[in-house]
């Protein structure tokens, strides 16, 4: 648990919430998210790769309105998703899959003018033709492809995308529909078929992909300029070791190598981009033994922060001694950290080490600024909802 890893102004801010009775509270580290986005965007656009962000790993306005600038666009998985970033990112592009999309859901991505649709089957194919109307629909077509992904955290294999055969009557009956009037036109195509990956297992799965993508638009869109080919996200993170950053420079200069000429690439990140610039800050309520095992309980819980519930990991955390701590100290080398919840899964993190921990101390957990508040069971048990605060503008 040590501390000197916190950025200065964030370690100011978390004393200052505890001062002020705010915990437990997410915190986010704005510069810190302004300047990972920028080594990705800058990475990604010296290799000509487009980078949007995958709102579902974040969504909070703030930092949509801090990423908006520094991406080509937002990935959105829902219509409540499109609507949120819409209205609070103005102008931004946005790009809209998922599967299960429903008919509301399509109107307002087309009558809003949405920049990309990625769809799913050929079913939602038809409907949006049949609902767009003479209405342009930029498309691309998300493709479920049999490429087995080693090293791989979460496997998307399942209901998304087309294979291969639906695919091909899935642009033959885009082509005919245009010729009939219809606006829908077939952009390319989307893939994501794993998360967890680091650069060099995303870039050879990508290069396999990229090397059939290339030859199934030639020979089932033929003619199309400007071929779009969206790489998907699961660029890895490591809540092991927080210091373990996806290698973006390898990563784009990579695709870049492989990328022909006139083929426009791009992916879109969410947890690589947003995670390390968020925290959850709460407090030790308790501290005790019980059949042999220390814990600690703190303020909150995984109703706030679910991910190391979800992901089954230990969340990085360190602690700060504070403003009104009391009690004997506690030094243990297998802590465990639990939340205020009645079930054992409310367990935080594991195996930590602590000197001189006494009730009344804060505890700052690290990596939680994706996945993390917005998956979250927040009303289970009625427990108040955390604070949320900025540091930098
Ligand atoms: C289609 C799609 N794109 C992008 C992402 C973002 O993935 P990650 O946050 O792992 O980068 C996901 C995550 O599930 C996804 O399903």
């Known amino acids: 648990m040590r501390d000197d890893v916190l950025p200065a102004a964030v370690r ?35 290799a000509g790769v487009q980078f949007l962000y995958a709102a579902k790993a974040n969504p909070d306005p703030v930092l949509l309105r801090v990423l908006a600038p520094l991406t080509d666009g937002i990935e959105v998985a829902s219509g409540g998703e499109l609507e949120h970033v819409m209205d609070t990112v103005p102008g931004a592009r946005v790009a809209f899959g998922g599967p299960g999309k429903t008919d509301r859901e399509l109107i307002t991505a087309i009558s809003r003018g949405v920049w990309r649709l990625h769809v ?15 209405r342009p629909v930029e498309v691309l077509l998300r493709a479920n492809l049999p490429f087995g992904v080693t090293g791989a955290a979460l496997s998307m ?6 294979d291969e055969e639906t695919l091909a009557v899935a642009a033959r009956t885009a082509r005919d529909a245009a010729a009939a009037g219809s606006g829908v036109r077939v952009r390319g195509l989307h893939v994501h078929l794993a998360s967890g990956l680091d650069a060099e297992q995303k870039l050879t799965l990508d290069k396999r992909v990229l090397a059939w993508a290339l030859w199934w638009l ?14 998907g996200g699961g660029m890895s993170v490591d809540y092991a070791d927080p210091d373990d950053r996806f290698d973006w420079l390898r990563y ?17 990140p969410g947890r690589a981009v947003s995670v390390h610039s968020g925290y959850y800050v709460s407090d030790v309520l308790d501290l005790k033994y ?19 519930a979800t992901k089954g990991h230990s969340q990085p955390v360190l602690a700060l001694p504070g403003p009104q701590r009391s009690g004997e100290p506690l030094n243990d080398d297998n802590l465990t ?5 009645c079930t054992p899964k409310d367990q935080l993190a594991a195996g930590v080490g ?28 009625m427990h108040p909802h955390p604070a949320f605060a900025y540091v930098g503008g």
């Open 157 to 162: 294999s399942g209901p998304f995308g087309m």
């Open 337 to 341: 950290v639990v939340g205020q919840l």
């Open 218 to 231: 030639r020979d089932k869109v033929p003619g199309l300029t400007a071929p779009e080919i969206n790489l």
């Open 290 to 308: 019980t059949r042999g095992q220390a814990y600690a309980i703190t303020r909150g819980g995984t109703h706030h922060l679910r991910t190391p």
């Open 354 to 381: 602590v000197r001189d921990l006494r009730v009344g101390d804060l505890l700052v957990f690290r990596m939680a600024g994706a996945y993390a508040w917005n998956i979250s069971h927040h009303d289970f048990l």
């Open 120 to 134: 799913e089957s050929l079913r939602e194919l038809n409907r949006v033709i049949a609902l767009a109307g003479a």
């Open 252 to 268: 784009a200069k990579g695709l870049g190598e492989v990328a022909p000429e006139g083929v426009v690439l791009r992916v879109e």
């Open 12 to 46: 100011e801010r978390v004393l200052a919430l505890a001062a002020e009775n705010q915990l437990p509270a997410y915190l986010y580290d704005l510069p810190a998210l302004r300047e990972q986005a920028g080594q990705i965007r800058d990475a990604l656009a010296d």
